[in-house]
């Protein structure tokens, strides 16, 4: 409650003592006693009023206008409610939320799974020991369910996701911002980048802009928007912390993907959502964490996204080239080490370079010449040192592309010419 104005203390509503009137004028006296009584009495009611409309209505200025001007303080003045004006707040991530917000959809997907089990009545232990090993079970089917994000690439209803989020998927339903609910049909799936394309029948969606990741910079602003841990709409913001982190660094080394680094917070169920830069424009698609560890997400390069993403719509699959071949990357350390195993047949005379170690029987690189014990030290003219290179530089070309490969085998130079197989043929 606020405290009552100047003049309004206990000493005026008790008020002081009255000097005595002059004997020479009592009427005139008794007569002014009245009127000041009756001028307190009239403000206290008004005050008491005043502070009553405050309880209910927060002290509108209506209430505060009716107070008598008996203090020569300035007195608090509350705003008018019908002016006071509601300014959203503006920052360039709300910007970006408010027109890429839409864009960003939910995926849920259902798979039904076999899993074999006792028959109710038969899981006693004493029944376990009798028939030991051979006893009975059945077949039960259960449904595994799973939840995660993705974005529209087009207007007319196509979505990417992480192919992980689809993955063995028999029903896939997409939610748009707006609420409403749709089947999706996958159109293709590629693991080996854990890309994905879903289509919905609908039409006039709003659909994101991409942007050129290979000029992605570290310190850029990173802004994430997906479905962490079923929160739907979430927003987190960080700054792209790294860029061309390897499969093998992120710990997925199945993968064939050089990730961005952001420190942007990811949790599951981001997966398959947009990484944006601060103009709203989709620089990668958000897909790993690193468990027990903060302020480590990683993306795919929209790049990656939309080349895998033309394929799955244009062909259902996409063909990846390889060699057929392991590698480890040379040092005097390595080096040592292998030419110390007695096992090993090899002996390496280099200190840097690829080493292959295995080469798959039949694979292009057999019938290419490649040996276990070879060091590549060059394709297509340029120097490689580290296992990533030779894989970026074969995932660079297309199936049935011929490669020249500069290699050292026992010290002495050769070059030889392999043509690139399909992944998984």
């Known amino acids: 409650m606020r405290t009552p104005p100047q003049g309004y203390g206990s000493d005026d509503v008790k008020g002081r003592p009255p000097e005595s009137p002059s004997p020479k004028f009592p009427v005139l006296s008794y007569l002014l006693v009245f009127l000041v009584g009756g001028a307190v009495a009239w403000g206290a009611t008004e005050v008491f009023s005043s502070h009553s409309q405050m309880g209910s209505d927060l002290g509108t200025s209506e209430s505060q206008e009716r107070l008598p001007a008996v203090s020569?303080?300035?007195?608090?003045?509350?705003?008018?409610?019908?002016?006071?004006?509601?300014?959203?707040?503006?920052?360039?991530?709300?910007?970006?939320?408010?027109?890429?917000?839409?864009?960003?959809?939910r995926i849920d997907s259902e798979r039904r799974?076999?899993?074999?089990?006792?028959?109710?009545?038969?899981?006693?232990?004493?029944?376990?020991?009798?028939?030991?090993?051979?006893?009975?079970?059945?077949?039960?089917?259960?449904?595994?369910?799973?939840?995660?994000?993705?974005?529209?690439?087009?207007?007319?209803?196509?979505?990417?996701?992480?192919?992980?989020?689809?993955?063995?998927?028999?029903?896939?339903?997409?939610?748009?911002?707006?609420?409403?609910s749709l089947e999706g049909r996958v159109l293709g799936t590629d693991p080996v980048t854990d890309v994905a394309v879903v289509q919905i029948e609908a039409e006039d969606l709003p659909a994101v802009r991409l942007r050129d990741s290979e000029g992605l910079q570290p310190g850029e602003w990173a802004i994430a928007i997906g479905n962490p841990l079923g929160l739907d709409n979430t927003v987190t913001t960080g700054i792209i912390s790294a860029i061309g982190r390897s499969s093998s660094e992120v710990g997925v080394a199945d993968k064939r993907v050089d990730f961005i680094q952001t420190d942007a917070a990811i949790n599951p169920g981001n997966s398959g959502g947009p990484l944006l830069d601060q103009d709203g424009q989709v620089v990668g698609m958000n897909t790993a964490i690193i468990q027990n560890a903060q302020g480590l997400g990683f993306a795919i390069p929209i790049n990656t996204v939309a080349r895998i993403a033309e394929e799955l719509i244009e062909n259902g699959r996409v063909d990846h080239p390889f060699l057929g071949i392991q590698m480890v990357d040379l040092s005097p350390q390595?080096?040592?080490?292998?030419?110390?195993?007695?096992?090993?047949?090899?002996?390496?005379?280099?200190?840097?370079?690829?080493?292959?170690?295995?080469?798959?029987?039949g694979s292009p690189a057999d019938e290419g010449g490649l040996r276990a014990g070879d060091v590549i030290r060059q394709i297509e003219g340029d120097s490689v040192t580290s296992a990533e290179e030779v894989q970026q530089a074969v995932s660079r070309?297309?199936?049935?592309?011929?490669?020249?490969?500069?290699?050292?085998?026992?010290?002495?130079?050769?070059?030889?010419?392999v043509q690139t197989g399909v992944l998984g043929d």
């Open 397 to 417: 070309v297309r199936v049935g592309d011929r490669l020249r490969i500069d290699i050292s085998r026992n010290g002495s130079p050769e070059t030889l010419e």
């Open 113 to 180: 799974v076999s899993a074999r089990s006792l028959p109710p009545g038969l899981d006693d232990p004493m029944l376990r020991q009798f028939f030991g090993f051979r006893m009975p079970d059945a077949e039960q089917e259960r449904v595994q369910q799973g939840s995660g994000s993705g974005f529209i690439l087009s207007s007319d209803g196509k979505i990417v996701t992480n192919a992980h989020v689809i993955d063995g998927a028999d029903s896939v339903t997409v939610t748009l911002r707006d609420g409403r």
């Open 334 to 361: 390595v080096k040592e080490q292998v030419n110390r195993d007695q096992s090993q047949a090899l002996r390496v005379e280099e200190d840097e370079g690829v080493l292959i170690v295995q080469v798959m029987p």
């Open 72 to 105: 020569a303080e300035a007195p608090t003045v509350t705003p008018r409610t019908e002016e006071a004006q509601i300014v959203p707040p503006s920052n360039f991530v709300a910007d970006v939320v408010t027109r890429v917000g839409p864009a960003v959809v």
